[in-house]
């Protein structure tokens, strides 16, 4: 369906297609329209080849939903991922100049068009439209989730050069994800296939197998267990549990019991800093340095995922480790005088135990120079 609700979209002059998903017919005559023939590149359903018994009932079948972008849309590009940025502006569509956009600006775009990040940015590389150039300048954050919700200010320049209208490439959406959870490595299973996303299902023989692999394409680690109690069903899907992604198994439309998964990299990455309250740090060519003699602070954080947890420091300058609880989701090392014995790598350990198991999960290193007096 994905040529026929492309068209769709463009027909109600709705922009790109976001997301679409099918619900299953309950009854067995409910009236609809069963399509089908459409290339992509027609205008209106009408002009599709094959319109498969017009109107009447799908017996045993599904109705078909699709989300459309609304408010912007990417024209002339190789898929739905890529094209002209244009906006809708008084019920037409407007250019964006290259002048007035941003990588925080494609952020929102790739996300409101439902297309994962932005992988390519560049000004007349899908050509240059032949309605109106935008008027307004996006001031996005980069978090939010339509580019409607982007605060805009008057342009500084009245003019778009030719060649200056702003082409967008992003990437194609993860076609795996977890749903439901604490976590993006925790959850149920959905698997995009066929431009819609859906449960996977397995039976009981096979779930650590799947696991495996969807733990494995997400980056989450191994599988720590397989919780029951998702009642949802979904298509089956059979792995080995050697596969990298999960479109290397086989699948059928039998439907089984949904699967939900916890991978060991549950927790987010927790963050590490250094600070002093006397001046003595500075940012060096090679990071941080430390004038000897000054005190400082190694705060480690996380985002508020779960209560409770420590923090571990650790060094590479000696076996010495620190061990605190964490308050309000951080812990506060203090160093006094700082000596050539201080410099070094660190790094920040958060442990939790949820979901009946130990996690952890390591920051990234902050390496700290000594030098002066």
């Known amino acids: 369906m994905i040529s026929e609700t492309k068209i769709m979209c463009r027909e109600l002059d709705c922009g790109n297609v976001v997301a679409e998903y099918r619900v299953l017919v309950e009854y067995r005559r409910r009236r609809g329209v069963r399509l089908g023939g459409c290339r992509g590149h027609e205008s209106t359903i009408r002009e599709c080849n094959n319109i498969n018994g017009g109107p009447g009932f799908c017996n045993g079948g599904y109705y078909h939903h699709v989300t459309c972008s609304e408010s912007v849309r990417l024209v002339d590009g190789a898929g739905l991922c890529s094209g002209r940025v244009e906006v809708k502006s008084n019920q037409s569509w407007a250019s964006v100049c290259e002048a007035d956009f941003d990588r925080q600006d494609a952020e929102v775009v790739c996300r409101d068009v439902g297309c994962g990040a932005p992988a390519a940015l560049q000004g007349g590389l899908y050509g240059e439209g032949e309605g109106q150039t935008w008027d307004k300048e996006f001031q996005c954050k980069g978090k939010e989730s339509l580019l409607l919700d982007c605060d805009t200010s008057d342009r500084e320049n009245n003019t778009c050069l030719p060649g200056n209208a702003v082409g967008l490439t992003c990437s194609e959406p993860d076609d795996v994800r977890l749903v439901g959870g604490v976590s993006r490595c925790a959850g149920g299973v959905e698997w ?182």
């Not at 039976?203 to 191994?222: E, F, H, I, K, P």
Request: glycine residues 10%; contains cysteine.
């Open 192 to 373: 995009y296939d066929q431009g819609e996303w859906r449960t996977v299902g397995t039976d009981d023989r096979n779930q650590r197998d799947v696991a495996a692999v969807v733990c494995r394409q997400l980056g989450c680690g191994s599988t720590v267990s397989v919780p029951p109690g998702n009642t949802t069903r979904g298509i089956r899907v059979f792995c080995s549990g050697s596969e990298s992604v999960l479109k290397e198994c086989r699948k059928s439309d039998e439907l089984l019991p949904g699967l939900t998964v916890i991978c060991s990299d549950l927790l987010v990455q927790p963050d590490i800093s250094l600070t002093d309250s006397m001046g003595g740090v500075f940012r060096g060519h090679q990071g941080p340095e430390m004038f000897r003699g000054y005190n400082f602070t190694i705060t480690c954080s996380t985002q508020p995922q779960y209560p409770g947890g420590s923090f571990l420091l650790t060094f590479t300058g000696s076996n010495r480790t620190h061990t605190q609880p964490a308050v309000n989701h951080s812990a506060a090392f203090l160093f006094p005088a700082a000596d050539d014995s201080h410099q070094g790598n660190y790094s920040c350990v958060y442990d939790n135990y949820v979901f009946s198991h130990n996690f952890s999960s390591e920051s990234e290193l902050l390496s700290l120079v000594i030098t002066g007096n």
